[in-house]
């Protein structure tokens, strides 16, 4: 601790350092969508572990269509498996990250909102 011009006390830097370092063990979460195009205007909301998706430290949405693309040759009887069985293209949009409990109560917003204001939530069980 060290006393700044005012007078009141302040943290080391290595103090903030160990502080973040704590904040950034917890694993991140990423929330994205899947949306269809298709008249229905078909829409997914996800959150998953962001680890996975991450390109020189930051989630990119390029990756997660590359690695969600690959489920269309599982044997997963999933909406997105038949949507994509279909021929039907979907973007991806990325809504953020955070840890698991606010990334699930994120998406489940997210979900309750679409439902709310009229769009086809293809995994609103999920």
């Not at 103090?15 to 917890?26: L, P």
């Not at 269309?72 to 038949?82: Q, V």
């Amino acid at each position: 601790m060290f006393f700044n011009l005012f007078g009141s006390k302040t943290s080391s830097s290595s103090e903030t350092t160990k502080g973040r370092k704590q904040m950034a063990k917890s694993t991140q979460y990423v929330v994205y969508t899947r949306e269809f195009k298709t008249r229905a205007k078909q829409i997914g909301v996800f959150a998953e572990p962001a680890r996975a998706y991450t390109v020189n430290g930051q989630v990119h949405g390029g990756k997660i269509k590359f690695k969600n693309l690959a489920v269309k040759n599982t044997a997963r009887k999933t909406a997105t498996n038949r949507l994509l069985s279909k021929g039907i293209d979907f973007n991806v949009n990325v809504l953020g990250t955070a840890p698991q409990a606010s990334a699930l109560e994120m998406k489940s917003n997210i979900i309750s909102l679409l439902r709310k204001s009229g769009r086809k939530v293809i995994n609103f069980s999920a």
